[in-house]
Structures are given as C-alpha cells and as structure tokens.
C-alpha cells in the first residue's frame, strides 16, 4: 500500500461545482448562485457554517468553474503583506478569486487595506466563517458581499455518495485499491460524522488504512475496525459558537412545547459540550419564563437540583439535570408574570410615571403629615379578608391591567382572586 502524504479529504476538494456534493440549498442548479457564477460572473460571498461542511470546497469549486485564478488566505495567520502579494497578483491578471478562511478574525489594518481593493474589482472576495457573520463580522465587509450564504451539515446519503466517490476515484481517491466492505458499513460512517464531510473522508481513509496488509492493494472492512476508527467523531461543541446558544436555544423551545423527549436529546448535547453554567442558568430562566405562576413551586425546585449539580459535578450532575428538566417539560405552562411586567416596563420607559398618591408617600417623618403624605391610608390589615377599596396607582394610570392571567395550572386560582379584585374595584 503507497502512502498518501496529502490526506484524502483535500485531495477529494470538487475541482468545479458538478462535482461538489450536497449544499443543493445554495448552490443547485436551480440555484441563482449557480447560474450567474456558470455564466462567468462570481460576486463577492461570505459562506458560514460549522466545520467540515464544505465552506472551502464550495470556494475551489467555484474558481475552478469560473476559471478564475485563486488564492487562499486564513485569517489567523495571513497578515497585511500576504493581502498585498495578492493584489499585486490580481492586478496582473486583471482580477483574482480570494478565499479567507476565518473571515470574523480580520484586524482594522486588514479590513482596510481590502475593502477598497474588492470594491473596484481588483479581487473577488470568498470569505469563510463558523460563526455567524451577522453576529461576528465586520459590517464593512458584509456590506461588500452580495451574497451571504449559510451552509448546512450534509445528510446522511450525500456522505455516503462522498464516500462511494472517494472509493472509486483512482486519479485522487483510494480507486486504486480493491475494498470489500459491507454497504451498511458506509451509512455507519456517515451517520457517525454528523454531516462533517471532511471528517468522513479522513476516516475512511483511516479505516482504509487499518484493514489493509502492508503492501497489498486488496483491502477486507470488517465492522470492528469501522466502530473502532468513528468512535466519538461525530461530536463537536464551542461553548462561544453559533451552535451552542442554538443547542440553549433548542432546549429551552422543547420545553416550552412540552416534549419531553427533545428536550432530554439537547440536554444531551450540551452536557457533552461541559457547559454546566449555561445550562444551569438556563434551566432558571426556563422556570420563570416559561413555567411561572403555573406552578411556582418549580422555581425553587430547580435552584435546589442546581445546587445538586454544582455539589455533584459530571458525570453524576446529570441525574439531577434530567429530574429538572422533565419536571419542567411536564409542568403546565405560563409566562404571563413577566410579561406584565414588561407591560409595565413600557410604560415606565415611555414616559408614563405620574405622581405617587399622597396617602402612599413615606409619612415615617416629621412634618410629613403637614404635606399630605400618609394622609387617608387604608391600613388592609385593619379591614375584613386584609383587603380595603383604595386607589394604588398614580392617577394618569388609574385602571390600567398590566396582568393577564391565563387558567394554566395553579395559576387558575391567581386568576380567580384577580378577577375577584378586579370586580371588587368596579374593573
């Protein structure tokens, strides 16, 4: 077996668009991105997704189907004299594809130096992120790319025809060699790498290289050595990225909709991830958002599983974890508490604060009486039920109903003393 000093997923990179697999979102054939950069025009992208997804591939592709001279820079270890060979180059040959790997990393000087080079033409501009780049990169630059793309973890079957295509290319792949492997054995791969193509190519040739005999070009794939080369591939998690405050984010909406078994899958990703905090914090947030007055007596016991965790920590803080976070998928819901308060928030913030009744100002001074202040109260203790008519609120917001309570719940017994308030002073 000849060894391979350049690994399988960079000489596997579609050398034009008809061969790049998956990302049929954006570029298709149907596609608009597809059309225009087939008819010779390629406008200036930032493509962003997670690793592995073809962010750089898709940019290859593309100068290769232009016919366009490419070069490639990442972000993190290119500085301002790497952009100004480039240029030099682009002005020699009257434009040139420039692909950044890293895009969000650009220091001013950089920024500045490119900006104006892209908007005269002189380079055409591919640059690649993981984060999101309405987030993270600089608005300058957004403003320059005519199309920004997100790019999205390839399914199962296009992984799989990756895989097949790596196996029988003979020019760039491992065609050369003759592998007998159990079909199902691919789909293992590909389900293993979670949509990372180039995880999926580097394992293969893992695999390749593991089954064969020294010096033989016929190779026997057993299952063992599949499970053995894929195990813990597929994970991937950055505590700072894009995914991680979705992974937060899908959490918190499975709970909110009551499915119980998704929200235990998302709490799985990210106890894999470590971030105990984030998790942590969002469960209370979860508790009196979205659970509320519906049953209060959650908030408490989700600071009491916390504090279980934090005590404990991984591996066994996920007992405590998966008690809270069923407790809140099964618990009725209501977010109509911090809602009012917004409500009352609104007001404030625009200008509606109006005058505090006298009878409420603080009278715990000398001379407060001769002002008014105190005057009348109604101390509720004194009166049946510890309730008296009096009006609390300044006069400009008299009546106002920043509560809207909703018959979720215990809340259903919050709502019957409201209403019974409400009516009592004539609302």
Avoid at 62 to 84: C, H, Q, V, W
Avoid at 221 to 249: I, M, P, Q, R, W
Wanted: glycine letters at 10%; charged letters at 25%.
């Amino acid at each position: 077996m000849l060894f391979q000093q350049e690994p399988l997923a960079s000489r596997m990179r579609p050398r034009h668009l008809d061969e790049l697999i998956g990302q049929e979102h954006v570029i298709g054939r149907d596609t608009a991105l597809y059309k225009m950069i087939q008819n010779g025009h390629v406008p200036s992208m930032l493509l962003y997704g997670e690793p592995g997804i073809g962010k750089t591939s898709l940019a290859y592709a593309i100068a290769g189907t232009a016919g366009r001279e490419f070069y490639a820079l990442n972000a993190t270890t290119s500085g301002k004299k790497d952009m100004e060979e480039v240029v030099e180059q682009a002005k020699l040959a009257g434009g040139v594809i420039l692909f950044i790997d890293e895009i969000h990393r650009f220091n001013k000087a950089q920024q500045d130096y490119l900006l104006p080079n892209v908007e005269k033409g002189i380079v055409t501009l591919i640059g690649a992120t993981t984060e999101n780049p309405f987030h993270d990169v600089n608005p300058a630059i957004r403003s320059r790319c005519g199309q920004i793309k997100q790019l999205k973890r390839l399914d199962k079957e296009a992984v799989v025809r990756l895989l097949q295509q790596a196996l029988s290319d003979r020019e760039r792949g491992l065609g050369q060699y003759t592998v007998h492997m159990e079909e199902s054995l691919l789909g293992h791969i590909a389900g293993a790498v979670n949509g990372d193509a180039r995880s999926a190519l580097n394992v293969l040739e893992d695999i390749i290289f593991a089954a064969s005999d020294f010096g033989s070009y016929e190779v026997n794939v057993d299952a063992k050595t599949v499970y053995e080369c894929v195990e813990g591939k597929g994970f991937a998690h950055d505590k700072n990225g894009d995914l991680h405050y979705s992974l937060l984010s899908a959490f918190q909406k499975s709970i909110r909709g009551s499915d119980t078994d998704a929200a235990l899958y998302y709490l799985a990703r990210l106890l894999e991830g470590g971030d105990l905090v984030s998790l942590c914090r969002r469960l209370t947030v979860i508790a009196y958002e979205d659970i509320g007055l519906a049953n209060p007596q959650i908030g408490p016991k989700v600071v009491a599983a916390i504090q279980a965790v934090e005590r404990l920590g991984l591996p066994e803080a996920r007992i405590p974890l998966s008690v809270a976070t069923i407790d809140l998928c099964l618990s009725p819901k209501s977010n109509t508490a911090y809602k009012a308060l917004d409500r009352a928030i609104a007001d404030v913030r625009s200008g509606k604060f109006g005058e505090i009744p006298d009878h409420l100002k603080d009278a715990h001074y000398s001379g407060a009486a001769k002002l008014g202040h105190g005057v009348g109260y109604k101390y509720p203790h004194d009166y049946p039920n510890g309730w008296v008519q009096q009006q609390y609120l300044p006069d400009e917001l008299a009546g106002t109903c920043y509560y809207e309570p909703k018959e979720a719940g215990e809340e259903k017994y919050a709502a019957k003393v409201y209403a019974r308030l409400k009516e009592l002073k004539g609302q």
